[in-house]
T-cell receptor, first 116, second 110 residues
Framework: EPEVTQTPSHQVTQMGQEVILRCVPI?????FYWYRQILGQKVEFLVS????????KSEIFDDQFSVERPDGSNFTLKIRSTKLEDSAMYFC??????????????FGPGTRLTVT | GQSLEQPSEVTAVEGAIVQMNCTYQ??????LSWYQQHDGGAPTFLSY????GLEETGRFSSFLSRSDSYGYLLLQELQMKDSASYFC???????????FGTGTRLQVTL
């Protein structure tokens, strides 16, 4: 069964450093998302991406965040200058179009980001 | 804004039936999804309701009442592996984000 993959599984970084989280969505999917989940809390939307541009972003997704689809398979989230409060699990998700594919989002295993 | 409320915890015995509720307030609504998340794992899609009524998939059923802004997830014949967090999530349209509820932590006991 196709799956969303994410690397690395765990990233430890110092405050103020830049990090790039990587995702490979399911190959025929067209819609891509980043979510984050602070330990013990709910999943929060960060950004959606379609047709090589951002469709929607939350208030969390400020100027320190950016997304990119550098080639036909990878989807990345960059945090330019990390803060302690950026520590969370970051999930990439994707879905296709048409019928059930339009609403069933597939989540990757996540990258646990720890900012020290 | 959007908000989804769920009970924080529920405990049930193996083999029993459990219902987990979700009430939502949202601007724009296409449907209500349910996701399961085991500790340390990723959310996994369980079900989706766009219309009022009950949808059944094996041991899982999900119900939606759009007029009441309310839905629930019903799990039958509970198994120990069902111990997890269950999130309802509102879907507001194509290429649209999921807005997740606060989650219900289900503990299945012997």
């Amino acid at each position: 069964e196709p799956e969303v993959t994410q690397t690395p599984s765990h990233q430890v970084t110092q405050m103020g450093q830049e990090v790039i989280l990587r995702c490979v969505p399911i190959s025929n999917h067209l819609y891509f998302y980043w979510y984050r989940q602070i330990l013990g809390q709910k999943v929060e939307f960060l950004v959606s991406f379609y047709n090589n541009e951002i469709s929607e972003k939350s208030e969390i997704f400020d100027d320190q965040f950016s997304v990119e689809r550098p080639d036909g398979s990878n989807f990345t989230l960059k945090i330019r200058s990390t803060k302690l409060e950026d520590s969370a699990m970051y999930f990439c998700a994707s879905h296709g179009s048409g019928g059930a594919s339009s609403y069933e989002q597939y989540f990757g295993p996540g990258t646990r980001l720890t900012v020290t | 804004g959007q908000s989804l409320e769920q009970p924080s915890e529920v405990t049930a015995v193996e083999g029993a039936i459990v219902q987990m509720n979700c009430t939502y307030q949202t601007s724009g609504f296409y449907g209500l999804s349910w996701y399961q998340q085991h500790d340390g794992g990723a959310p996994t899609f369980l079900s989706y309701n766009a219309l009022d009524g009950l949808e059944e998939t094996g041991r899982f059923s999900s119900f939606l009442s759009r007029s009441d802004s309310y839905g629930y997830l019903l799990l039958q014949e509970l198994q120990m592996k069902d111990s997890a967090s269950y999130f309802c999530a509102v879907y507001t349209g194509t290429a649209s984000k999921l807005t997740f509820g606060t989650g219900t932590r289900l503990q299945v006991t012997l």
